[in-house]
């Protein structure tokens, strides 16, 4: 950049802000500084500052003022023709910017894990659609590595994970907490048990498990260190359910998905010697990329849904 166009310094310090440019037209319109600064909101010696910092920031004067009124100068007049195209110009992009806006606030893609989309995001759309009635929300559902994987592929605007840590390249904020139980059918051994099971144990014992991925197994495996062979491995919260209210064996679920089966002694609990079986529930979005319209919204919606 050469010394003299560093001495005149960039447009914002050589160009009158939007503000200035909006009085002028106004003057020009009005003929009376007084009356202009009425229709913008603003004092008269606040507008008539503002036209003394404009002429000093162009270098030539701009309104003759006289107790009649206020007259564009020659100078002036040229400088109006040119501020009404820089006003139109900006009176345009802002149209197009609410576009842009309303075109993001129409839709929210959101990707959640299963426990968390069948128990907590329900709810939490209903409260969304009465705040924002006009955006359309489609929601995929699956483990906490597929939505990782939407989120960075740009598939989705917000995503729930269940998993001990947040998947790389996210930034995640914690919603709500969240305890696994070890249940089984009435008819199985450990229902009758009198002492509560050890950790060894219960990771020795084939189980009725999610998917490799999930939220629920990742919590699961960290807190036992290993696992023997599942039973049988399911891919959603509801089937593991299912399986074991038919009595093929124990599992691990959340207590979200248990409240009616254990009330009505469907399954039983099952306590646990020697581990820690909670977890957080997040909020997860691409790193640096905080949400924004519909997904912001919905953030907020979740805050201090701390379950256990």
Do not use: C
Not at 73 to 79: F, N, R
Not at 100 to 112: K, N
Not at 118 to 126: D, H, M, N, R
Request: hydrophobic fraction near 45%; avoid cysteine; charge should be positive.
């Amino acid at each position: 950049m050469s010394e003299t166009s560093e001495a005149r310094g960039g447009l914002a310090h050589r160009v009158p802000d939007l503000g200035a440019l909006e009085l002028l037209l106004a003057v020009a319109r009005l003929g009376s500084l007084g009356r202009a600064a009425r229709e913008l909101g603003i004092t008269q010696p606040a507008a008539s500052s503002r036209i003394r910092s404009m002429e000093r920031q162009l270098g030539v004067a701009l309104v003759d003022r006289s107790p009649r009124g206020s007259r564009l100068t020659d100078a002036g007049a040229l400088v109006t023709d040119w501020a009404r195209r820089i006003v139109e110009a900006a009176e345009a992009f802002d149209v197009g910017a609410q576009a842009l806006r309303d075109r993001r606030d129409s839709r929210l893609r959101v990707a959640a894990s299963m426990t968390i989309a069948e128990y907590l995001l329900p709810g939490w759309l209903i409260a969304l659609r009465t705040a924002r009635p006009d955006t359309a929300v489609s929601l995929l559902a699956g483990n906490s590595t597929v939505v990782a994987e939407r989120l960075l592929a740009d598939e989705a605007d917000l995503g729930f994970v269940e998993g001990p840590t947040v998947p790389a390249g996210l930034d995640a904020a914690v919603i709500a907490h969240d305890h696994l139980i070890v249940v089984t059918a009435p008819s199985h051994p450990w229902a009758r048990r009198r002492k509560p099971l050890e950790a060894a144990e219960l990771a020795s014992t084939p189980l009725i498990l999610r998917e490799k991925g999930s939220g629920t197994r990742q919590v699961l495996e960290a807190a036992l260190g290993s696992l023997a062979r599942p039973l049988i491995e399911l891919s959603s919260t509801t089937a593991v359910k299912s399986s074991v209210l038919s009595g093929a064996g124990p599992a691990v679920l959340s207590e979200l998905a248990l409240g009616e089966e254990l009330s009505a002694r469907r399954l039983v609990g099952i306590p646990v010697d020697g581990v820690r079986l909670r977890r957080a529930l997040r909020a997860v979005w691409p790193t640096g990329h905080r949400p924004t319209g519909p997904a912001r919204d919905l953030l907020g919606l979740t805050q201090g849904a701390a379950v256990g």
